[in-house]
């Protein structure tokens, strides 16, 4: 049966043999995708294939200990519990924050496995593991055909394959350039099809653009089977692997891994690393707690309050957003009386993580009061807690995992009963 390609409009579904910046039917912009479709078949023919099989619920079996284990026990975690035979998983994260060199330990702790190298060379993954100190034999493809590297694996029968990345790879069935969005989305496509078809697990590495969002199309999500994203500041010690998609377990977990000179290294602890550089007793810091999926975790919140010399003053923010911190200046100086109107605000989550708790509200207001004041908070407190905009203070879901992980570190935890206002809250804490 021959294939050929069209252009499919992805809003409407309109298809014709060339390329456009508009679609004819539609009128949407940039949505004509190159997309092999095969030629009509017969209609009798059609119906002989057609051999599906209804199965009942009850002749179902399920093997949870069919799970294979992948040798990092933060990674099999986020997983659910290791990989499904089948599974397609897309790792995802900006150049350089250890995708590539987390797979390659896994590589190294399983058998038999096939990586295919899009971007580097043999050579560069085999010094990579020397330097990783690894002994596995692993075995290395160079290609970036996807045909033909389906065909290496129904030859090898790798148990595991890792492809980095998937946007290097073309098929010689599409004309467009690899990394476009047809080359992408058929090549993912015929390289899970393959592994599904073998029950074999597959890695597929993913580039972000700078936007922040997996380069290619956003159907390649809905095609893998589980999305990880790798979080983490290039210069810091901490990486957050936290799932986005998980079709065979939870999408509230999260792994915490420390990049060494040896790799990546699951971290049991990440709280006491966070606050290993902390230094006491100077305004504008404040320890929260924040719970990262399942997980508690333990943050400093900085701020910097100074004088502004702009017309329009500066709210600068790492690892929160922006716009929250710009609600809750506003709750600050409309609730609590702080005159911030006039003043330049810095607020940074240390060590490279990024926070979407809303637990750490508390937190913030209590830094910028702090460093406005220029008084420290007293005592070994963790602030917990939402600040809504009346400035009240509300209750946060989890309260008793993150009282029982700032316990082991000697934390107090101030939260929403310790004062029902965040003026109440300032006035109590910074004394």
């Known amino acids: 049966m021959k294939s050929r390609s069209q252009f499919v409009c992805q809003q409407c579904g309109y298809a ?23 030629q009509a078949q017969n209609s009798k023919v059609k119906n002989q294939n057609y051999n599906s099989k209804i199965y009942k619920l009850s002749e179902i ?4 200990n069919e799970r294979i284990k992948t040798g990092e026990r933060e990674l099999d975690s986020v997983l659910g519990g290791g990989l499904v035979p089948g599974m397609v998983v897309l790792v995802a994260g900006e150049p350089g924050i250890g995708k ?13 496995v096939l990586y295919v190298c899009g971007e580097e060379s043999a050579s560069q993954v085999a010094l990579r593991v020397k330097r990783l100190g690894g002994k596995g034999d692993i075995l290395l493809l160079e290609s970036t055909d996807a045909d033909a590297i389906v065909a ?16 290097t790879l073309t098929t010689s069935d ?19 099809t393959s592994a599904k078809s073998r029950g074999k697990p597959l890695f597929l590495i993913g580039h972000v653009t700078k936007e922040g969002s997996i380069a290619g199309p956003r159907v390649l999500e809905h095609m893998v089977d589980c ?9 810091q010690r901490l990486r957050v692997v936290r799932a986005v998609k998980n079709r065979f377990g939870p999408t509230d977990e999260v792994g915490v891994f420390d990049m060494t000179e040896k790799g990546m290294s699951g971290v049991n602890n990440p709280s006491e690393i966070l606050l290993s550089e902390r230094v006491i007793g100077v305004a504008g810091s404040v320890v929260s707690v924040v719970l990262e999926g399942r997980r508690p975790l333990l943050v400093e919140i900085q701020s910097l309050v100074v004088p502004s010399q702009l017309v329009v003053p500066r709210r600068v923010t790492t690892g929160v957003d922006l716009a929250r911190i710009q609600m809750l200046v506003a709750v600050l100086t409309r609730r609590a009386g702080l005159h911030l109107e006039t003043s330049d605000i810095y607020v ?25 004041l220029n008084k420290p908070l007293s005592g070994n407190i963790a602030a917990v807690g939402e600040v809504g ?31 029902k206002s965040v003026a109440a809250a300032i006035k109590k804490l910074l004394h």
């Open 348 to 372: 940074n989550v240390t060590s490279g993580i990024r926070l979407a708790d809303r637990g750490v509200d508390l937190a913030i207001c209590l830094a910028v009061a702090s460093a406005f």
């Open 152 to 167: 290496k694996i129904e030859e090898v029968g790798p148990e595991v394959i890792i492809v980095d990345s998937i946007q």
């Open 61 to 64: 079996k399920v093997d949870e």
């Open 389 to 419: 905009l009346l400035g009240e203070v509300r209750k946060v879901g989890g309260l008793e995992k993150r009282v029982k992980e700032a316990k082991k570190l000697g934390y107090r935890v101030a939260s929403a009963e310790s004062g």
């Open 227 to 235: 999305v990880l994203w790798f979080e983490g500041e290039r210069g």
């Open 174 to 192: 599409l004309t467009g350039t690899a990394g476009s969005v047809g080359q992408v989305r058929e090549c993912a496509l015929r390289l899970a």
């Open 16 to 38: 014709q043999s060339q390329w456009a910046g508009r679609c004819p039917s539609c009128d949407t912009w940039n949505s004509l995708v190159e997309t092999v479709v095969s």
């Open 100 to 112: 590539s060199t987390l797979l390659t330990q896994v590589a190294l702790k399983l058998n038999r």
